[in-house]
């Protein structure tokens, strides 16, 4: 089944130290993108890509990066410059990032706390 | 900026009782409308969505959402709601030339009680 994997789901950081989630996707789709969900804020954009070698930051890419090397795969690093890593992170994946028709597709998330 | 905001954090229902999720955008221009549910340890999916056309859509699982431009609203309904619907409920807002980048509200709580 096609679909989203993210890895880890639960993950622990010490603090000052980067730590990488991992997303792949075998739809074939061309744009990628990383939310943080938290709490009464509902989910905010971190980074996105719409295609592969080429990222752009969102809403919140402070203390984030990410790389884009392959079509599948879009890992996020939480670097020890963001203040408030404990969140829920949300990977998602659209067909054509130039269709503002086309709905986006969510993995399962991974949760980040920090020790 | 765009926002996205949802009335409700935390809604609370008998079985069979009828369901209005509040949705509201602030952008004036073109929008494509999108209604997401996480059930407890799922994924996000997509309920349904609003392009052009009728204003009244129709989803999965008997949700329907009515958009009303005047009110910049897009508000999920269900008229008989099961114990089967608790999940937490996203409105989302793609507007016009901003590509593909959602806007999400924060998240409606919905506990439906047998």
């Known amino acids: 089944d096609g679909g989203i994997t993210q890895s880890p789901k639960y993950l622990f950081r010490k603090e000052g130290q980067n730590v990488t989630l991992s997303c792949e996707q075998n739809?074939?789709?061309?744009?990628m993108y990383w939310y943080r969900q938290d709490p009464g804020q509902g989910l905010r954009l971190i980074y996105y890509?719409?295609?592969?070698?080429?990222?752009q930051k969102g809403d919140i890419a402070e203390g984030y990066s990410v790389s884009r090397e392959k079509k599948e795969s879009f890992p996020l690093t939480v670097t020890s410059a963001q203040k408030n890593p404990t969140a829920f992170y949300l990977c998602a994946s659209s067909m054509d990032p130039g269709d503002s028709n086309q709905p986006q597709h969510f993995g399962d998330g991974t949760r980040l706390s920090i020790l | 900026a765009q926002s996205v905001s949802q009335h409700n954090h935390h809604v609370i229902l008998s079985e069979a009782a009828s369901l209005e999720l509040g949705c509201n955008y602030s952008y004036g221009g073109t929008v494509n409308l999108f209604w997401y549910v996480q059930y407890p340890g799922q994924h996000l999916q997509l309920l349904l969505k609003y392009f052009s056309g009728d204003p009244l859509v129709k989803g999965i699982k008997g949700f329907e959402a009515e958009f009303i431009k005047s009110k910049f609203s897009f508000n999920l309904r269900k008229p008989s709601v099961q114990w089967s619907d608790t999940a937490e409920y996203f409105c989302a807002v793609i507007v016009d030339n901003y590509g593909q980048n959602f806007v999400f509200g924060p998240g409606t709580r919905l506990s439906v009680l047998p």
């Open positions: 739809l074939n789709h061309d744009a």
């Open positions: 890509s719409q295609i592969v070698n080429d990222f």
